[in-house]
């Protein structure tokens, strides 16, 4: 598929979080706030909620194996269905949203718009948003694997109900999701009170964006605070303060692997390199970006997977000043790092 | 130019162009009339050089149809399934009462119906006989009747179930295959049942045996197959040529490699066997249709390539008539007479 002419695609975003954590307020809030656009929205049938709109389609989380010798790779049988009746629609709503069960891995999801190309052909997915409760998450990361995964694949992670907890409280839960995932954007809300442009149209699978919209994503390790610049809403005060402050922690089974290097990569070498990794680590590997320079090559090349998938493209010249650096991350369970970071330097033309 | 097919024999000037006026999904003919089922809500009927009138059927998307030559039924995405004639009467033969959609319709022998909501396969052998209905362990992914007796094949996660509905209390048979299979067909001689993949594939299934027949190296998931009408041949979309398996044999495609009609740079989206003859009609993603005939693979125009993918090709019972229905709600009827 291909990423790059996402034109007249409609956008999905997926909602996910642990019970209870204010996926449905967010959804609500979403559904309610005068912005002119309709939603057409995808929600578990078990779900209890009372959802005003008219395009509202219950689904059974179905996750489906595929016959490609990939244990990883799986797909959201519901989603290939529902998303293609309701592409019978289409002119009826202005995007769609996903709201996943609190259990629910949001890579099948994911997959599902890299492996269908009937689904890929028509819509695209737009980001992950997961809400996460400021005062449970800690619990949740202990106990709830789903928990972690679902902070580990965000795009966008809201840290809500920030009226239940001390100001040192929400400063502990942001270390801890930052441990897991350092490049999401994130917030910090009450009742999941947020701008709705900071989780609708982030254009986060969106290859020819990957850096454009977050120039700071592989900015790394200590750098957690990177975002709060771009932090226009009300609750950031503390944030300034918790700045300088801000615990490290190390997540005991989920770690990202921030790679760069000023000198260009032989292409001949990253490839074989990297799906070799995909292959042999894809299970643990829940997502990698990446904005590479390749020798002899005027164009940046911009590259995103989940697991095992992975997709790819020159993306544009670089600019005349602009520094040829080659960047990468991947975000997963018990990572290699050694032995990633040592693969990608070999790769050096 | 494998694209424009610019040199081949056209029947292009014999068409008679239909407004649909919406995403076409399916045609079927009703006697001389043909009707476009829209994506939302209505089917388009148009006799040969009549005005088109439209029939509002369904308050939603229209999920699946099938037509027997004297009624299309089709399930919608309001819960309905609904009956339409001839003369564009349309009824509800059954309401889901948790208004799931109702996406998958086939219709067999003798006034048998079956259609089916999430995990639940529902068939009736004929109106106002009783209903019944058949749990399977996932979402039912297609349905085919088989030629003989009231019985049903249900295609989902890993595998079919061969259904007699009427057998109240025996078990279902279960054909095991691991994937998510879509779609399911049953030749005309009911040997073989074939499904559709989440995978590029087919999966085949010799039912006097069970033996297995895996069908690959397609682009993309199959969406459309037909049956010639001599039953020799499985023709389907999926690939940049037109794909036909062979099934005259006792084994089927086992162990055969498939013939590969009418290469193209573009992808076969849509395709619908003659009635009589074994010819099919080839509808491709840029909107060219071809006439193919599958002794020797010469190729008639039918339609020249646009823009949008062709969506619907249906034949009239005569095999004079081809109807066709894309994407973007071009629609017309050639007359091959």
């Known amino acids: 598929m291909s990423e790059l002419s996402s034109a007249g695609k409609i956008p999905v975003t997926v909602l996910t979080g642990y019970l209870g954590a204010g996926k449905t307020t967010l959804l609500n809030r979403i559904l309610s706030e005068p912005h002119g656009k309709k939603y057409a929205v995808i929600v578990n049938e078990f779900g209890e909620i009372g959802i005003d709109n008219d395009l509202v389609v219950g689904a059974d989380e179905e996750v489906f194996e595929m016959n490609n010798g990939c244990i990883c790779c799986t797909v959201r049988g519901d989603l290939v269905r529902i998303l293609d009746g309701l592409m019978r629609r289409k002119g009826k709503f202005d995007a769609i949203i996903v709201e996943t069960t609190g259990l629910a891995d949001p890579a099948p999801v994911a997959q599902t718009f890299f492996i269908d190309e009937n689904v890929g052909r028509r819509t695209k997915l737009d980001a992950v948003v997961t809400v996460a409760d400021a005062k449970w998450l800690k619990d949740r990361l202990k106990d709830a694997p789903e928990a972690k995964n679902q902070i580990a694949f965000a795009d966008v992670i809201l840290i809500n109900k920030t009226d239940l907890v001390s100001v040192d409280e929400?400063?502990?839960?942001?270390?801890?999701?930052?441990?897991?995932?350092?490049?999401?954007?994130?917030?910090?809300?009450?009742r999941a009170k947020i701008p709705l442009d900071q989780v609708l149209d982030r254009k986060a699978f969106d290859l020819d964006r990957i850096l454009d919209i977050e120039p700071d994503f592989l900015a790394g390790d200590g750098h957690a605070h990177h975002h709060h610049h771009e932090h226009e809403h009300g609750h950031d005060h503390e944030h300034h303060h918790g700045h300088g402050g801000l615990k490290h922690y190390h997540d005991e089974d989920m770690q990202s692997v921030s790679l760069k290097t000023e000198q260009p990569l032989d292409p001949d070498k990253f490839f074989p390199w990297v799906q070799n990794l995909v292959q042999t680590?894809?299970?643990?590997?829940?997502?990698?970006?990446?904005?590479?320079?390749?020798?002899?090559?005027?164009?940046?090349?911009?590259?995103?997977?989940?697991?095992?998938?992975?997709?790819?493209?020159?993306?544009?010249?670089?600019?005349?000043d602009e520094q040829r650096l080659s960047r990468a991350v991947f975000i997963g369970r018990n990572l290699p790092e050694e032995t990633i970071r040592k693969g990608f330097e070999s790769c050096i033309a | 130019m494998t694209d424009s097919r610019s040199e081949t024999v056209s029947v292009v000037e014999r068409t008679q162009s239909v407004a649909a006026a919406g995403a076409v999904i399916a045609t079927h003919f009703l006697g001389r009339t043909a009707v476009f089922v829209l994506g939302e809500e209505a089917m388009v009927f148009a006799e040969p050089e009549g005005e088109p009138r439209r029939v509002d059927v369904h308050a939603g998307a229209i999920l699946a149809t099938a037509a027997d030559g004297k009624r299309i039924v089709s399930g919608g995405d309001d819960g309905k399934l609904a009956a339409t004639n001839a003369k564009g009467e349309t009824r509800a033969l059954a309401?889901?009462?948790?208004?799931?959609?109702?996406?998958?319709?086939?219709?067999?022998?003798?006034?048998?119906?079956?259609?089916?909501?999430?995990?639940?396969?529902?068939?009736?052998?004929?109106?106002?006989?009783?209903?019944?209905?058949?749990?399977?362990?996932?979402?039912?992914?297609?349905?085919?009747?088989?030629p003989k007796g009231f019985r049903l094949a249900v295609a989902h996660y890993n595998g079919a179930s061969l259904w007699f509905p009427n057998a109240t209390g025996a078990a279902a048979e279960k054909l095991e295959w691991k994937g998510s299979h879509l779609g399911a067909t049953v030749s005309p001689d009911g040997r073989f049942l074939v499904t559709t993949m989440q995978e590029p594939m087919l999966h085949g299934w010799r039912l006097a045996d069970g033996k297995h027949m895996r069908m690959s190296g397609y682009a993309t998931r199959v969406t459309s197959l037909a049956w010639t009408a001599?039953?020799?041949?499985?023709?389907?979309?999926?690939?940049?040529?037109?794909?036909?398996?062979?099934?005259?044999?006792?084994?089927?495609?086992?162990?055969?490699?498939?013939?590969?009609?009418?290469?193209?740079?573009?992808?076969?989206?849509?395709?619908?066997?003659?009635?009589?003859?074994?010819?099919?009609?080839?509808?491709?993603?840029?909107?060219?249709?071809?006439?193919i005939r599958v002794a020797d693979g010469s190729e008639i125009l039918a339609r020249k390539a646009a823009a949008a993918p062709v969506t619907a090709l249906g034949w009239s019972p005569d095999g004079q008539l081809l109807a066709f229905g894309t994407e973007d709600g071009d629609a017309g009827i050639i007359d091959l007479s």
């Not at chain 1, 929400?170 to 009450?190: C, F, G, Q």
């Not at chain 2, 309401?95 to 999430?118: C, E, F, P, Y």
Request: charged fraction near 25%; include cysteine; aromatic fraction near 8%.
């Open chain 1, 170 to 190: 929400l400063s502990d839960v942001e270390a801890r999701i930052r441990s897991i995932n350092p490049y999401a954007k994130l917030h910090k809300t009450e």
């Open chain 2, 95 to 146: 309401t889901d009462a948790k208004h799931r959609w109702i996406d998958h319709v086939a219709l067999g022998r003798a006034g048998a119906v079956a259609w089916s909501a999430g995990k639940t396969a529902f068939a009736q052998g004929k109106e106002g006989k009783e209903l019944r209905q058949l749990e399977v362990p996932s979402t039912v992914g297609g349905l085919a009747f088989l």
């Open chain 1, 281 to 320: 680590e894809g299970p643990n590997i829940l997502r990698c970006k990446g904005i590479l320079s390749f020798k002899n090559d005027d164009q940046r090349f911009v590259f995103q997977g989940v697991h095992m998938i992975l997709d790819g493209d020159h993306q544009r010249p670089w600019k005349k």
């Open chain 2, 230 to 291: 001599d039953g020799d041949w499985l023709v389907t979309s999926g690939a940049t040529q037109l794909i036909l398996w062979p099934f005259q044999g006792k084994d089927g495609p086992m162990g055969k490699e498939p013939r590969l009609l009418a290469p193209s740079d573009h992808r076969v989206t849509t395709v619908a066997a003659h009635p009589g003859q074994a010819i099919v009609a080839t509808g491709f993603d840029h909107g060219m249709i071809l006439l």
